[in-house]
Every structure is written in structure tokens, then in C-alpha cells.
């Protein structure tokens, strides 16, 4: 059975960071895709970062060169700093794995006060 567990969110002043993190259990970690997304109140969840089991990244352009994906494959945790965060990037946000299909955690949620 595979697990995500998110942690990490919370509440935090515009301009602050935050790290989020997200433990995989029941897959191997090495091999799978990760990935978060966000789902902000009244809009569809949106792709935040991704990065594949060779490390390459990708980025939504309203995050890009403020938050950082990183993976930890010997502790099965993929990571994503925000930097420079503003109240456009308060929102549920899950991570996800992907190897041959998709598996979700249960979202932490992040709230930016202006």
C-alpha cells in the first residue's frame, strides 16, 4: 500500500518561506516521478514542481525561481522550498508520485497572510 504523507504547511507572512516535505512509503521511491500540486479554494489543482528519478525538474511559471523540488531517495522524501511567497500561493498542496499510475497524498495546507 503506498502512503504520502505531507508536512510542512502552515501559516506564513507574505515574503517568508516555508519547506514543505512528503514521506513515500510502499513504492520504490528511486524509480517513481514526484511531483506537487496545489489547489487553491474555488480553482482546479494546478501542477506546482515536479521532478523525475533522474532529478531533472520542472516548474509552473508563477513558481518559477521562487520555490526549489528536491528528492532525498535515501530517506523516500521529496522536498519544495518557497521562497518569496505572496497570498496567490495559499492553497492545499499535495504531493504526488507516479510510477505507472498516479498516487496522491492528503494535502497540507498553506496560508500566506498579507
Known sequence: QVQLVE???GLVQA?????LS???SGIIFSLAAM???RQAPGKQRELVAT???SGSTNYAGSV???FTISRDNAKKTVYLQMNSLNAE?????YC???LRTDYWGQGTQVTVSS
Do not use: E, L, M, P
Request: aromatic fraction near 14%.
Open 51 to 53: 521532478i523525475t528519478s
Open 89 to 93: 500561493d495559499t492553497a492545499v498542496y
Open 64 to 66: 518559477k525561481g521562487r
Open 22 to 24: 512528503c514521506a513515500a
Open 96 to 98: 504526488n508520485a507516479y
Open 35 to 37: 511531483g506537487w500540486y
Open 15 to 19: 515574503g517568508g518561506s516555508q519547506r
Open 7 to 9: 508536512s510542512g504547511g
